[in-house]
T-cell receptor, first 113, second 115 residues
């Protein structure tokens, strides 16, 4: 969707290096989310944000941190990448919480070697 | 905690066949239910939703009815096309505390439609 972009789209990194993924939105939505998608697991929530500087952990937050200093940007950082963090990462946004559904970005494919 | 269970794939159908993808859920509250679709190389797109019991969501020929008595939200389409080939995810949104809701996804069902 034009209102949400993720960067980079693809990245290969070495074990032990820090990695930051960026999610940028132009919709001025309050809520932003980071998911990872792995075969056999579907999508699992890593972290989410309900406003600037307001974030909370999801189901699989170990090894990840996030920051949101502006409404439009939500950063996901792998402090020291491991091979188990090889995955496809999706950002999502929503204007409201509850039964309104999310808009997803196109994903970042991260490979840790 | 909340969970979503959907039928294992992959599912392979011939064009114009009838499609059903089963989805059942477990939730502590009164969730909203969704079906998302993911085309190859893309992110997820909302296909349809239902926010209360007996609601029917529909879009692009797909339908799903929120059945509280059976805790189900099965996806159906009367006549599939090759362009429907994708991965389909069932999901629920339920209250997670601190004034926010979260989406919980099933593992996805890959559909392939052959001419």
């Amino acid at each position: 969707d034009a209102g949400i972009t993720q960067s980079p789209r693809h990245k290969v990194t070495e074990t032990g290096t820090p990695v930051t993924l960026r999610c940028h939105q132009t919709e001025n939505h309050r809520y932003m989310y980071w998911y990872r998608q792995d075969p056999g697991h579907g999508l699992r929530l890593i972290h989410y944000s309900y406003g600037v500087k307001d974030t909370d952990k999801g189901e699989v937050s170990d090894g990840y941190s996030v920051s949101r200093s502006k409404t439009e940007d939500f950063l996901l950082t792998l402090e020291s990448a491991t091979s188990s963090q090889t995955s496809v990462y999706f950002c999502a946004i929503s204007e409201f919480t509850g039964g309104y559904g999310y808009t997803f970005g196109s994903g970042t494919r991260l490979t840790v070697v | 905690g909340d969970s979503v269970t959907q039928m294992e794939g992959p599912v392979t159908l011939s064009e114009e066949a009838f499609l059903t993808i089963n989805c059942t859920y477990t939730a502590t509250g009164y969730p909203s239910l969704f079906w998302y679709v993911q085309y190859p190389g893309e992110g997820l797109q909302l296909l349809l939703k239902a926010t209360k019991a007996d609601d029917k969501g529909s879009n692009k020929g797909f339908e799903a009815t929120y059945r509280k008595e059976t805790t189900s939200f099965h996806l159906e389409k009367g006549s599939v096309q090759v362009s429907d080939s994708a991965v389909y995810f069932c999901a629920l949104s339920d209250y997670s505390g601190a004034g926010s809701y979260q989406l919980t996804f099933g593992k996805g069902t890959k559909l392939s439609v052959i001419p």
